[in-house]
């Protein structure tokens, strides 16, 4: 799977997992993928919120490594 593959599913995956995040006052943006890390940008209430870390772990990261051969890790910029 090309690097572009992986970035356009991983966006997909991405979108599906924006309206929970919406829910709670938060949201995530898609910044990069790189040498099988998927970057992104937490805003709203997700900033400063004591259990980011939980949500990039056991959901986001979570999901990605799931549904998208090649992602080995999710990293907040």
Known sequence: MTS???????????????????????DIKFVKYEDGIVYVEMLGACVGCAIVDTTLTDGVEAILLEEVPGIIGVEQI
């Not at 593959?5 to 995040?21: C, D, L, M, S, W």
């Open 4 to 26: 572009e593959e992986i970035t356009k599913q991983a966006q997909t995956v991405i979108k599906k997992i924006r309206p929970y995040i919406n829910r709670d006052g938060g």
